[in-house]
């Protein structure tokens, strides 16, 4: 089982988009596919068309009262399950905080699943907590969308300066171009600047589309109301690229 999550310091890149979008194309690709809403705002349960709530809450939850696999839901998509949000995430990280070993807590509850599914997707809030500190010891793979701008630089060099200095040796970042268009001059001169800078980040970008914002109005991922679009490619491509990444 490949635990990937999604994430970045800064909220508003694509995280959620990308975390619906490569776990359905996970599934239709045939491989078992979970995604875990971690954000309070419960916008990936959103697109699943899934109520944001667990029964006993993030308490009981971290403490153990709850298994995972009695809270998870399936969503219209063959392959594809989701642990659903809750508002009361928002206070993960003091429950975190009050449990020995905290940034294990995730691992120890997702380890029961390792035999149910091939991927499992970590829909993550922003920001750097004790919460990211227990996701970035779970997962295999730190997918963090950037957008095009003179800030996406100094987060993504946080990142990775946070990971290095708390020796996370196993995790693999794979940084990608989110919300990107081609068309300004900035965002063009920005994607070739930090490409030379950082060859690990990925090929493909994903663009800024209105086909992309659409996933609030249908509210189901990409490939479930349109199969060809620039959006749509630019996803399947970079699915197939992280597979390369991982493989």
Same mark, same amino acid.
């Given at each position: 089982?490949?635990?990937?999550?999604?994430?970045?310091?800064?909220?508003?890149?694509?995280? %959620?988009? %990308?975390?619906?979008?490569?776990?359905?194309?996970?599934?239709?690709?045939?491989?078992?596919?979970?995604?875990?809403?971690?954000?309070?705002?419960?916008?990936?349960?959103?697109?699943? !068309?899934?109520? /944001?709530?667990?029964?006993?809450?993030?308490?009981?939850?971290?403490?153990?009262? !709850?298994?995972?696999?009695?809270?998870?839901?399936?969503? @219209?998509?063959?392959?594809?399950?989701?642990? /659903?949000?809750?508002?009361?995430?928002?206070?993960?990280?003091?429950?975190?905080?009050?449990?020995?070993?905290? =940034?294990?807590?995730?691992?120890? *509850?997702?380890?029961? +699943?390792?035999?149910?599914?091939?991927?499992?997707?970590? @829909?993550?809030? /922003?920001?750097?907590?004790?919460?990211?500190?227990? &996701?970035?010891? =779970?997962?295999? &793979?730190?997918?963090?969308?950037?957008?095009? #701008?003179?800030?996406?630089?100094? #987060?993504?060099?946080?990142?990775?300066?946070?990971?290095?200095?708390?020796?996370?040796?196993?995790?693999?970042?794979?940084?990608?171009?989110?919300?990107?268009?081609?068309?300004?001059?900035?965002?063009?001169?920005?994607?070739? $600047? +930090?490409?030379?800078?950082?060859?690990?980040?990925?090929? $493909?970008?994903?663009?800024?589309?209105?086909?992309?914002?659409?996933?609030? *109005?249908?509210?189901?991922?990409?490939?479930?109301? #349109?199969?060809?679009?620039?959006? #749509?490619?630019?996803?399947?491509?970079?699915?197939?690229? &992280?597979?390369?990444?991982?493989?």
């Amino acid at each position: 089982m490949k635990i990937i999550a999604t994430y970045n310091i800064k909220g508003g890149v694509g995280k %959620t988009s %990308t975390a619906v979008n490569l776990a359905y194309l996970a599934a239709q690709s045939g491989y078992r596919t979970l995604v875990w809403d971690l954000d309070p705002q419960g916008a990936s349960s959103y697109y699943f !068309r899934v109520k /944001p709530k667990v029964k006993g809450g993030s308490k009981e939850l971290i403490a153990g009262e !709850r298994e995972l696999d009695g809270l998870i839901k399936a969503t @219209d998509f063959e392959n594809l399950d989701l642990l /659903p949000a809750d508002f009361s995430f928002r206070n993960l990280d003091l429950v975190l905080d009050a449990r020995k070993k905290p =940034t294990q807590r995730l691992k120890k *509850l997702l380890q029961p +699943l390792s035999n149910s599914y091939d991927f499992v997707f970590l @829909d993550c809030p /922003p920001n750097i907590s004790l919460l990211s500190e227990a &996701i970035f010891e =779970t997962s295999n &793979i730190l997918l963090s969308p950037i957008i095009p #701008t003179t800030l996406s630089l100094r #987060t993504l060099e946080q990142l990775k300066k946070f990971i290095k200095e708390n020796k996370l040796k196993d995790l693999q970042v794979i940084p990608f171009f989110s919300m990107a268009d081609r068309r300004k001059n900035m965002h063009k001169e920005i994607m070739a $600047t +930090l490409s030379e800078k950082h060859p690990d980040i990925l090929q $493909t970008a994903i663009p800024y589309a209105s086909d992309i914002e659409r996933m609030g *109005l249908e509210r189901m991922p990409l490939g479930g109301y #349109t199969n060809k679009s620039r959006s #749509t490619e630019a996803y399947q491509a970079l699915w197939q690229e &992280i597979l390369i990444s991982i493989n």
